[in-house]
C-alpha cells in the first residue's frame, strides 16, 4: 500500500520543519477573541487562524497602514524641524 492510501490521499509535507519557524510572541486578550471568532464557524483554533491570516497577508503583498512614521520618515522629520528650530527640546 502506498503512503498516499494509507493516510487517505494526503502526505504529511516532509519539508514542515525546514519550511517554518517555531515563534513566540504575546497578544492582547481582544485580538485573541477576534481569531478565534474568525476560526469558530470552520472549526479552528486562533492559533491556525492567525497563522493562516499571516500567510494571507504576506502572500498578497498587502502593506499595512499602521497610522506611525517608518524610521524614515521619522529621521526626515527630525532633520526638517532642526533645519526650521522647532525641534522641541528634550530633558
Known amino acids: 500500500m502506498r503512503k ?3 493516510h487517505g ?7 514542515f520543519e525546514q519550511l517554518s519557524e517555531e515563534i ?6 481582544r485580538s485573541i477573541e477576534y481569531f478565534e471568532a ?4 470552520y472549526g479552528l483554533p ?4 492567525i497563522g493562516m491570516y499571516l500567510r494571507h497577508m504576506a502572500g498578497s503583498g498587502y502593506k499595512a497602514n ?3 512614521l517608518t524610521l524614515k520618515e521619522r529621521e526626515e522629520l527630525r532633520k526638517t524641524l ?3 528650530g522647532t525641534l522641541p527640546r528634550t530633558a
Open 66 to 68: 499602521l497610522g506611525i
Open 24 to 29: 513566540t510572541f504575546r497578544l492582547d486578550f
Open 4 to 6: 498516499e492510501e494509507q
Open 82 to 84: 532642526e533645519a526650521e
Open 38 to 41: 474568525l476560526g469558530r464557524p
Open 9 to 15: 490521499g494526503w502526505m504529511p509535507n516532509p519539508y
Open 46 to 49: 486562533a492559533q491556525d487562524m
